[in-house]
């Protein structure tokens, strides 16, 4: 006994896909700089150092004297030389009224004036200590900076970006299909 059959073939569907790459381009330009630094505003002020040496009695030890202190010197050793004159003439001359209470007062100032005095043997440093005088008044510096601001004209550039999308797209490259047939 034949038994029909029923006999099925099928085909599956394939799709296919086009697909098209999206391209993006991005470039970075560089920043634009103008950047300005103005020079700094200095002022300096100065007050000089005084320095001061005298040195007047050092060189009157030295024997090295100005016009002016000699004159002063002889002035002052003539004045005394007189007072002194004057006191010994005096005295000399009280003694030569006395002469009546006895004694030998023309011996006696003969004796007097005619000795050299005694001069001793001095020994001295030249010039002596402390006889240069120094002072010093320091000086000063007064130093001042203003600083200037930077000036920044700079700007940064934006990117430059191109972006083409990308596409897909479909296609039926086979359609399904179902056969159905009857053997016997």
């Keep these: 006994m034949n038994i029909p059959k029923l006999q099925i073939h099928s085909t599956r569907a394939l799709l296919g896909l086009n697909i ?11 920043a634009t700089l103008d950047i300005q630094q103005p020079k700094a505003i200095q002022t300096m002020q100065t007050t000089k150092p005084q320095l001061s040496i005298d040195t007047e009695q050092a060189r009157a ?15 002052a050793d003539g004045h005394q030389g007189v007072l002194e004159g004057i006191g010994r003439r005096a005295e000399q001359g ?9 004694g030998n ?4 100032q003969a004796r007097t004036s005619g000795r050299q005095p005694y001069s001793g043997l001095g020994i001295q440093f030249v010039p002596s200590y402390g006889s240069v005088k120094v002072s010093f008044e320091p000086g000063s510096v007064d130093i001042r900076v203003e600083p200037q601001q930077v000036i920044n004209n700079s700007r940064a550039n934006k990117p430059i970006h191109n972006y083409t999308p990308g596409k897909v797209t479909g296609e039926m490259i086979q359609y399904a299909s179902l056969e159905i047939d009857w053997l016997l």
């Design 61 to 75: 030890d030295v024997d090295l004297k100005s016009v002016r202190r000699r004159m002063e010197e002889f002035a």
């Design 105 to 108: 007062p023309i011996k006696s």
């Design 20 to 30: 098209q790459k999206p391209v993006q381009q991005i470039e970075q330009p560089q």
């Design 94 to 102: 009280g003694e030569l009224m006395r002469i009546e209470n006895g």
